[in-house]
């Protein structure tokens, strides 16, 4: 079956007083239909660069240096604003983590609902309002009507993440980007959208590509997942793999760094050591180099991908080899 | 909100006298009128009988008590140069002036928000860079040297428009010899406005065009057209209107340097002559209706700044 | 800092014995209420309940984890532990010693025990000081190290948190945000500290980061005798650094135990459902039971009448609209307290 979406070395810098700094490094995935991939990484990974390249929303001092963006046989990349307009908010959407200020403070919520409805599907107003009423109600905000004529502002922080899915999925878009949509809520709201994302998900029969931090949020949600690392994808393997078996030495590490509720409780919290580095990009070698247990200095040569099973990938030579066995 | 804007009104009240204490105490302090009739026939009885005449001989407080309790009956007092009362100097000389500075304005802004948002979604191409170069100039270049090469080109090398004035002398008058009269004012004043503001609306609309929901409209594939001037234009609305604001009580002002050269018959030249000629009541009067303006405008842009952005609340 | 597993968190282990020792803070009857912004007429002026009757004792030597969501009065209760704020009624005890009404120039000498390690160090650390300027204002403030030694306390607290010394001319933005954490820290170790109040100090921070700065705030504590109060969101973190933990919803402690005790038998309905929703790493029990909290956490404001959970609670009575629970041991003598009545009743039921 043919993927619904392909990215291909996708490489993305962003240029500041004439310094380029290549933050997203040749990157390589598919997503399938139906499916949710994860892409986790700590901060200034680049993940939520690789989301934003998809759609062209990248800021001004943005480069896509290479690669291609392939859904439906088409190149994103290279689409002009105009057609990529017709694929944005459509065939494809994204939910932002800020929700306070992704919200256009000075519109209501049916105002900016119906805009997207209005013009993909061509509703009229009337007609595009009551479908909105319809899509609030399905994402779990009882009094719809009210909402409508709300402001953003007289939400609360799980109400506006309710309302942007809305907006994201009003006009059935077979893709949703999903960036870090529940770091700012509360658990216990958080879990609520979670939910709701992943019902949303089954029944509209949609893929999800979800950015996040959160390895539990991975675990709860994912099909697939991409661990990624200075601008690199490190790890690539189905959820169950990833928390099985991980291979990649960063995987493993994160993995254990995590405090969870259960388990041994005077155990000491393993660290990773250091800190992600400055400027990746002149690394030669594995960029986990500095800070992986199981280095040696053959690690500082190239690093492409190696299989490790079936659908399972690491860009780790010792990890390849099984020269680092599970513990 | 009405309880909010009868509390501003009645706040305003104290406030206008205050202020009016403090104009007629400085101006008191610039000195006497009587100074300014002084000449070389004038003898010392004479002086002092107008000083009675004219209430000056008065200790200031007590002049200022008699100026305030006239007011209150609505009585502007009459000018000491040629006696006419101040209320009908106001009404004759504030029109036109409202209508060259109210021109003046509007096309200085219709000409600053388009190109300022122009230059801002094209920052740092070469027509921002043009763009901004232009703003400064036309903010700098002072407005009497830019009148005189106006008159000199359009006036006196081409002959299509009158040097000065408001209307043709001896002529029928009418809106298209009003208009071709106002054409040069009016674009040396628009210049200028635009100049400074061209930046400000760039400014204005560059921060919000970094704004998250920028970005979500422009996820929802709406357009380019709609992003920015549905959007972010609305949000960039805010600070204009707080410049707009800002510009109001200008327009009462007048120019008084444009309103010389082009012998624009306005209230800034009559202010102008006052301040030299210390005419109290005069300066008094235009002092009270500035003051007024400025509030006025501060509490409709307060106002304004409601309707516009609903997460304004006044209690 | 080179440590080991095998060391042991002794001084932090001595607390358990400690118990039957006086404890070094008290906190009684707490209420904090804070009036909502521009409600200045009116007679029953609006208010905003952040901390609506907490009772505590804290330790020496523990570490009291406090875990809620946003609106539970948490932080509110953190600064009034530290004197930074001045409870609306009822008090705090140091040594014994009432500090919320205490005169400031009393107070002055006893806040060099009570230090705290704040969330975000990008906004709480003076971004055009360099950090030796940071480090160096307490001590010269209150007079706690001589001016010829501030150097080398400087180089002694940047060691003790792991930091470079030759960074200490450093500006907080050129350091990451886990190292800027790490100064905060120092900023609180600088006065000697008996107690340190940490809110939220790792929410900030990356997953491979706040395992440093937990192992660290662990170390450091073993080190030089420190009693923490750790005010997280995140369970895990909490359950890895407390000895106890107090659960609080909208102003109230709905559950206090031991850290192995509250994990292995929550009873409130909240914690319950606060352990349900963090998210497990393990794939394979994605689609286990569990308790989904209907409805929006409501306004601090106007808390519910009677318990104040009863509008999203599963087992909510009829009673629980009206009665205010009080926190009570789940068996007689037991450290470990509930403020639920028809969940204790069904325990007891069970024995």
């Known amino acids: 079956m043919e993927p619904l979406l392909q990215v291909k070395d996708l490489t993305v810098a962003f240029i500041e007083d004439k310094r380029q700094t290549v933050v997203v490094d040749a990157a390589n995935f598919t997503v399938n239909a139906g499916e949710i991939l994860c892409i986790v990484g700590e901060s200034g990974c680049g993940k939520s660069v690789t989301a934003l390249s998809i759609l062209g929303l990248l800021s001004p001092n943005a480069r896509i240096l290479n690669g291609q963006v392939i859904f439906e046989g088409r190149d994103l990349l290279s689409m002009t604003e105009k057609e990529l307009d017709r694929i944005r908010g459509n065939e494809i959407a994204m939910i932002f983590q800020d929700v306070m200020n992704s919200l256009n403070p000075v519109f209501t919520i049916g105002n900016q609902l119906t805009e997207a409805i209005r013009i993909h599907m061509g509703y009229d107003k009337k007609s595009a309002k009551d479908y909105a009423v319809e899509i609030l109600k399905k994402v779990g905000l009882p009094d719809a009507e009210a909402v409508m004529k709300k402001y953003p502002h007289m939400l609360s922080g799980g109400m506006q993440q309710r309302v942007m899915i809305a907006m994201a999925l009003a006009c059935k878009p077979k893709l949703i980007i999903a960036d870090e949509p529940t770091t700012a809520l509360d658990v216990t709201i958080q879990l609520q959208i979670m939910k709701l994302l992943a019902d949303l998900q089954k029944e509209f029969k949609m893929s999800m590509i979800l950015i996040t931090h959160d390895i539990g949020l991975v675990a709860e949600l994912a099909d697939r997942v991409i661990i990624m690392y200075a601008g690199h994808f490190m790890e690539e393997a189905s959820v169950y793999q990833i928390f099985e078996k991980p291979a990649h030495p960063y995987t493993r590490a994160l993995l254990k760094s995590v405090p969870t509720i259960y388990g041994d409780l005077e155990k000491r919290l393993p660290s990773i050591p250091g800190t992600v580095p400055d400027r990746y990009q002149d690394i030669e070698g594995c960029r986990f180099y500095d800070r992986c247990p199981y280095k040696i200095p053959s690690c500082k040569e190239a690093q492409p991908y190696f299989k490790i099973g079936q659908n399972h990938y690491a860009r780790c030579h010792r990890a390849g080899k099984g020269e680092l066995p599970y513990e | ?315 | 800092m080179n440590n080991t597993d095998s060391k042991k968190f002794s001084f932090n282990g001595k607390f358990q014995e400690n118990q039957h020792i006086n404890p070094l803070i008290i906190v009684e009857g707490l209420k904090k209420f804070y009036p909502v912004k521009g409600q200045v007429l009116g007679r029953n002026k609006p208010v905003i309940h952040a901390v609506d009757g907490v009772d505590l004792e804290i330790y020496e030597g523990e570490t009291l984890g406090i875990v809620g969501e946003s609106g539970c009065g948490k932080s509110t209760v953190g600064r009034q532990i530290v004197a930074l704020e001045r409870p609306t009624t009822g008090r705090i005890l140091y040594r014994g010693e009432d500090i919320s009404h205490m005169p400031v120039s009393k107070l002055r000498k006893i806040r060099t025990d009570l230090q705290m390690v704040f969330q975000d160090s990008t906004s709480s650390l003076n971004p055009r000081k360099q950090v030796y300027e940071i480090l160096a204002a307490p001590m010269l403030y209150h007079k706690t190290v001589k001016k010829e030694n501030i150097d080398n306390e400087i180089d002694r607290l940047l060691d003790l948190v792991g930091l470079p010394k030759a960074m200490k001319y450093r500006y907080p933005h050129e350091f990451s945000g886990g190292q800027r954490q790490r100064i905060g820290i120092a900023k609180a170790l600088s006065l000697n500290p008996k107690v340190i109040v940490c809110d939220e100090p790792v929410s900030a921070l990356d997953v491979s980061v706040q395992a440093q700065i937990l192992n660290l705030l662990k170390e450091l504590q073993e080190e030089l005798k420190l009693t923490y109060v750790f005010i997280a969101h995140g369970l895990g973190a909490v359950r890895y650094i407390s000895n106890r933990i107090a659960i609080m919803y909208l102003g109230r402690i709905v559950e206090i135990a031991d850290t192995k005790e509250l994990f292995e038998n929550p009873v409130h309905p909240y914690t319950k459902a606060l352990f349900d929703a963090s998210p497990l790493p393990v794939p394979t029990l994605r689609d286990r039971k569990r308790i989904i909290l209907k409805g929006e956490i409501p306004s601090a404001i106007s808390p519910p009448q009677g318990c104040r959970f009863h509008t999203r609670c599963p087992y909510a009575l009829e009673s629980c609209t009206t009665n205010d629970p009080m926190l009570l041991p789940v068996k007689p003598g037991s450290s470990h307290k509930v403020a639920c009545p028809v969940l204790l009743a069904k325990g007891e039921n069970h024995d």
């Open chain 2, 1 to 315: 909100m009405i309880k909010y804007i009868i509390k501003r009104i009645l706040i305003a009240i104290p406030v206008l006298i205050g202020i009016t204490i403090l104009d007629y105490a400085i101006m008191s302090l610039a000195g006497s009128p009587l100074e300014m009739m002084l000449g070389p026939k004038t003898t010392q009885a004479a002086l002092e009988a107008k000083a009675i005449q004219l209430g000056l001989d008065k200790p200031i407080y007590v002049q200022y008590y008699v100026w305030l309790k006239n007011v209150l009956k609505g009585n502007l007092g009459y000018s000491i140069k040629n006696y006419q009362p101040v209320s009908q100097i106001i009404r004759e000389h504030l029109g036109p002036t409202l209508l060259l500075m109210g021109t003046s304005l509007i096309v200085g802004l219709m000409i600053a928000i388009p190109l300022g948002i122009y230059s801002a979604v094209h920052r740092y191409t070469k027509r921002d860079y043009a763009l901004v170069t232009l703003s400064f100039l036309g903010s700098s270049i002072p407005s009497f040297f830019l009148s005189l090469i106006f008159i000199y080109l359009f006036n006196v090398k081409l002959g299509w428009l009158p040097s000065g004035g408001m209307k043709t002398t001896g002529g029928d008058g009418g809106f298209g010899d009003l208009v071709r009269h106002m054409v040069m004012p009016v674009m040396v004043l628009a210049v200028s406005i635009a100049g400074s503001n061209i930046r400000y609306v760039r400014g204005a609309v560059l921060e919000i065009l970094q704004k998250d929901y920028v970005r979500t409209a422009k996820s929802k594939g709406i357009g380019r057209f709609l992003t920015i001037n549905k959007h972010a234009l609305r949000n960039a609305l805010i600070p204009i209107v707080t410049v707009i604001g800002m510009h109001l009580p200008i327009l009462f002002g007048g120019a008084v340097i444009i309103e010389q050269i082009f012998s624009w018959p306005g209230l800034g030249l009559v202010t102008m002559n006052a301040i030299i000629g210390r005419d109290y009541p005069v300066i008094m009067g235009v002092a009270l209706l500035t003051a007024a303006v400025v509030l006025a405008a501060n509490l409709i842009t307060d106002i304004v700044y409601a309707l516009i952005d609903p997460t304004i609340k006044y209690h």
